[in-house]
């Protein structure tokens, strides 16, 4: 089994503010993969990326940059210049062979304007 | 990009009554599904996996006779909720994999259900 912990609760940034969120993983496999989706008040999970356990390359998508570090196994997330609209709830999830989900808690980030 | 429905979004109902939610694919075949339940504040908790055609394999603490699982085609899956009680007011998530979509899963929106 895996394990992903999201040790922030809830965050509160004013706009315009950069912000990481913080995402640690625990597995056992060597191949796994790591996800982080968004979710608005509407419920709906957004994809926002997809690793896997052999690209260690970071990632950068407009606002958003991830940081995946093996060696500390850690998978964090920043947004840049945040704006009201990020306010969401983030889960970081890892995904195993058998294609198993595994959420953290999640982490409420909420951008004050 | 793969898209997954669920339907409905919300429903009441009341107490002792059973339930049906639906869960599509409707731009691929899911070979596989997974039914989530998330509490308020909470997060996604996976109730059960269910192959097209065969039975769902349920986690540890799930009660298979009161969460019924169906996959009988490659784009529908449905989750029954048996003599449902207050506390199963939840919201519950569907997610589906393809062929040769490994390591993926495309989640549907979601059903609020609420049971007074």
């Known amino acids: 089994a895996q394990k992903v912990t999201q040790a922030q609760t809830e965050i509160s940034v004013v706009e315009k503010e950069d912000v990481t969120l913080d995402c640690v993983y625990e597995t056992r496999d060597t191949t796994y993969y790591l996800f982080w989706y968004k979710q608005p008040p509407s419920g709906e999970l957004v994809f926002l990326i997809r690793?896997?356990?052999?690209?260690?390359q970071n990632e950068i998508s407009g606002r958003y940059s991830w940081n995946f570090q093996k060696s500390t196994s850690s998978f964090n997330f920043t947004i840049t210049a945040s704006q009201v609209v990020d306010s969401a709830v983030y889960f970081c999830?890892?995904?195993?062979?058998?294609?198993?989900?595994?959420f953290g808690s999640g982490t409420k980030l909420n951008v004050k304007p | 990009g793969a898209v997954v429905s669920q339907h409905p979004s919300r429903v009441i109902c009341k107490s002792g009554t059973s339930v049906k939610i639906e869960c599509r694919s409707l731009?691929?075949?899911?070979?596989?599904m997974f039914w989530y339940r998330q509490f308020p504040k909470q997060s996604l908790m996976l109730m059960a996996t269910s192959n097209e055609g065969s039975k769902a394999t349920y986690e540890q603490g799930v009660e298979k006779d009161k969460f019924l699982i169906n996959h009988a085609s490659l784009t529908l899956s449905t989750l029954t909720v048996t003599s449902a009680h207050p506390e199963d007011s939840s919201f519950y998530i569907c997610?589906?994999?393809?062929?040769?979509?490994?390591?993926?899963?495309?989640f549907g929106p979601g059903t609020r259900l609420t049971v007074t």
């Open positions: 690793r896997n356990s052999f690209d260690e």
């Open positions: 999830a890892s995904g195993d062979n058998f294609n198993k989900f595994y």
């Open positions: 997610s589906a994999t393809g062929r040769g979509a490994s390591y993926e899963q495309y």
């Open positions: 731009d691929f075949q899911a070979t596989t």
